[in-house]
């Protein structure tokens, strides 16, 4: 039993390494050929991508019965929409020097989940997540006061788009990958319209004359869908508590990159809006940590 908890712990960790690091590297790599491009093909190769592991694991089945019921397709159609928009918002964060923008998003989403648990799933609050909760905020307020330009609008979509997606996903509670195999096939016509366009007007990147850029652009689906297999598998083998631990670990490797490797730009006012969101995810890890304990 303690051994899979541990191999839960280290797949966790992988996880968040591969999306805080190896994720941001990659991504930020082929960044080169446009957002909306990179966009289009994470959307395509993920789908792909999951295609092939749904036969390999022989999963099938279960995505048959996720469309016997209309309470999940519609709550699907949703996410689809929700992780659409957060892997499009996170790729133009990427593209364009706001990583340090998207970690603070990743920061303070675990924060937001709380707060969207207490209102649809009466999730007791107590008074160190109401305290993490009034950071955020005030996190938010000193930006926002200071200059609206300077508010990580970014990080803020990022964070209300992933903890929507996570809640409907928590509500209708359906196989992850298959999950999200179904919500990329809703996405795929969009994504295969959007190509069509991009190699009729001749502005696509991804051809048959240059085979080792074409490669390196598909691995955008096995990018996006290893880190997810890592993540759900040490979540069942530790547990949600030690995977909200060390999920922090994404967003703190992000800021590291933004802002020590790629140079982004960060004012005193963010610095100080980045330590009430630290001193929020201090509290909040120490809370984890004592109720996972009690558990």
């Given at each position: 039993?303690?051994?899979?908890?541990?191999?839960?712990?280290?797949?966790?960790?992988?996880?968040?390494?591969?999306?805080?690091?190896?994720?941001?590297?990659?991504?930020?790599?082929?960044?080169f050929i446009g957002h909306i491009e990179v966009v289009i093909h994470r959307c395509l190769w993920t789908a792909l991508t999951l295609i092939i592991t749904t036969s390999f694991f022989s999963k099938w089945d279960i995505f048959l019965i996720i469309f016997s019921k209309w309470k999940n397709?519609?709550?699907?159609?949703?996410?689809?929409?929700?992780?659409?928009?957060?892997?499009?918002?996170?790729?133009?964060a990427v593209a364009t020097e706001k990583i340090i923008d998207a970690s603070?998003?990743?920061?303070?989403?675990?924060?937001?989940?709380?707060?969207?648990?207490?209102?649809?799933?009466?999730?007791?609050?107590?008074?160190?997540r109401v305290t993490c909760i009034i950071l955020v905020a005030i996190s938010i307020l000193f930006l926002l006061l200071e200059s609206v330009n300077s508010l990580p609008w970014v990080g803020i979509i990022v964070a209300i788009t992933w903890a929507l997606y996570n809640l409907i996903r928590k509500k209708i509670n359906v196989d992850t990958d298959v999950g999200l195999l179904v919500e990329s096939l809703f996405i795929l016509p969009f994504a295969l319209i959007a190509f069509y366009f991009l190699v009729k007007n001749g502005t696509n990147d991804f051809n048959i004359s240059n085979i080792s850029?074409?490669?390196?652009?598909?691995?955008?689906?096995?990018?996006?869908?290893?880190?997810?297999?890592?993540?759900?598998?040490g979540v069942e083998l530790s547990g949600l508590g030690p995977s909200g631990m060390i999920f922090f670990v994404t967003p703190t490797l992000q800021f590291l990159l933004g802002?020590?490797?790629?140079?982004?730009q960060f004012s005193s006012t963010k610095l100080l809006s980045f330590v009430c969101i630290w001193i929020a995810v201090v509290i909040y890890l120490r809370d984890l940590y004592v109720t996972n304990n009690k558990n």
């Open positions: 039993m303690q051994n899979d908890f541990n191999k839960g712990l280290v797949h966790i960790f992988l996880g968040s390494f591969w999306w805080g690091f190896l994720g941001v590297i990659y991504f930020k790599h082929i960044a397709i519609f709550g699907l159609f949703i996410s689809a929409i929700l992780v659409f928009s957060n892997w499009s918002v996170w790729i133009y603070f998003g990743y920061y303070i989403m675990p924060i937001l989940s709380v707060l969207l648990g207490h209102f649809f799933f009466k999730e007791k609050l107590n008074r160190k850029l074409s490669l390196l652009i598909l691995l955008a689906g096995p990018m996006t869908v290893i880190p997810l297999f890592l993540y759900v598998k802002f020590y490797f790629y140079n982004e």
